[in-house]
Nanobody, 116 residues
């Protein structure tokens, strides 16, 4: 059974930082591209950041320079370090693990609220 479990969401003030973590089980983690997507109320799910099995990284335009994604293949985790948070970063953040063109899996999401 594949499980992706996110943690680290919460309430933070504008300009603050949060670190999200996703723990994967039931897959050969090192073979998968993994990453983070987010969905704000009334909006479509959008890319935040992904990192391929080979270590190539892609960021959504709105988070470039503020967010950093990393993976640990020994621990089967993918982390997202979020700095300089803005109210528009408020969303539910989802972990994703994918074998491109074959399959992908999603976590249940962790909410992030940026507000004073």
């Amino acid at each position: 059974q594949v499980r992706l479990v996110e943690s680290g969401g919460g309430l933070v003030q504008p300009g603050g930082s949060l670190r999200l973590s996703c723990a994967a089980s039931g897959i050969i983690f090192r073979l998968y591209a993994v990453g983070w997507y987010r969905q704000a109320p009334g909006k479509q799910r959008e890319l935040v950041a992904t990192i391929s099995s080979g270590g190539s990284i892609d960021y959504g335009d709105s988070v470039k320079g503020r967010f950093t994604i990393s993976r640990d293949n020994a621990q089967n985790t993918v982390d997202l370090r979020m700095n300089s948070l803005k109210p528009e970063d408020t969303a539910v953040y989802y972990c994703n693990a994918a074998l491109p063109r074959l399959t992908d899996y999603w976590g249940k999401g962790t909410p992030v609220t940026v507000s004073s």
